[in-house]
């Protein structure tokens, strides 16, 4: 964007020094203050904001992860309606873990917008996964409620986002392919949907342009693979061995030293990017194998 001339304005909740062209405003996520003023005659607001939720799902942490998402989408969505020049499109982050476990499907059909099943009541899984889809449907109705005619809506039901990043999700994912237990968890079956970091980029800027797109839209590769799919086209894009398979305990302690929760490994995403396709967007990682290899290529050169 700054590259492109545009003038970008980074919320968030601690100072930080202007870099490369980008301007720092400090707000708190949850209150109007003076940064409202920034959104009045920007051309769009991303909100990316919420509180990471690779973290164990205790209950403090839970409420955590609903509060700064509902609360942060609320406030900017009264910025907009305060905006004498509101801005013309207004991305929402979502996730793409607002649809049902895809094993629930009767009729093994991928969740796309049209046909997916919103997820909550799905029978055996445990009452903390439907509260993950209760914080993505009150992150959605958040958006819907704001009184903005003027500004386009899009929620982004974002699948796993793959960049070569330290600290994302890929970087997890390889860790346990080098250190071999990235074998299959839990039988391996349940799909995965995720995104490569580039093609996410590339559509946001189609959703920033493209005036006859609203409402939720997913934002995923259209080829999910298993999760044993997954992890051995990883193992192999690092030129590792076969790793050793999971159980649903050890996915737990894999989970723990990973701080993060068992339910990014065992349930089943099957998220397919029917609006994306339909406006004619074209992926340049839409294969997993081939997604890894440059990923890992990428993490080496740097
Ligand atoms: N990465 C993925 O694969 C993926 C997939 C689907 C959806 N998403 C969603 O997309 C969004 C961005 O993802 P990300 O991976 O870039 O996450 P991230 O690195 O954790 O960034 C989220 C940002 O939210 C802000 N934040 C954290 N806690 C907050 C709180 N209590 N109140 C207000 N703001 C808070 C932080 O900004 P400051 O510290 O600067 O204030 C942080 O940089 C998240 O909402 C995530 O749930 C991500």
Known sequence: MVARGAEVVVLGRRPEQPTDGVRHVVWDGRTLGAWADELDGADAVVNLA??????????????????????????????????????????????????????????????????????????????????????????????????????????????????????????????????????PVAGGGQYVSWIHGDDFVRAVDLLLEREDLEGPVNLAAPEPVTQRELMRSLRRAWGRRPGLPATRWMAEIGAFVLRTDTELLLKSRRVVPGRLLDAGFTFRHPTWDEAARHLVAERRRR
């Open 50 to 183: 919420g509180r990471t939720v690779s973290a164990r799902y205790t209950d403090r942490n839970l409420r955590q992860m609903m509060d700064s998402r509902v609360d942060s989408t609320r406030v900017v969505g009264q910025a907009i309606e305060r905006a004498a020049r509101p801005p013309a499109v207004w991305l929402q982050m979502s996730t793409a873990t607002i649809y049902a476990d895809a094993r629930s499907r009767p009729d093994d059909l991928p969740h796309d917008e049209a046909n997916g099943i919103i997820g909550g009541e799905e029978p055996d899984v445990p009452l903390y996964w439907e509260y993950s889809v209760r914080i993505a449907r009150r992150w959605e109705e958040t958006q819907a409620a704001a009184d903005v005619p003027g500004t386009r809506r899009v929620a982004l039901r974002a699948a796993m986002v793959m960049t070569p990043d330290r600290g994302g999700v890929f970087d997890y994912l390889s860790w346990m392919a080098r250190v071999g237990v990235g074998g």
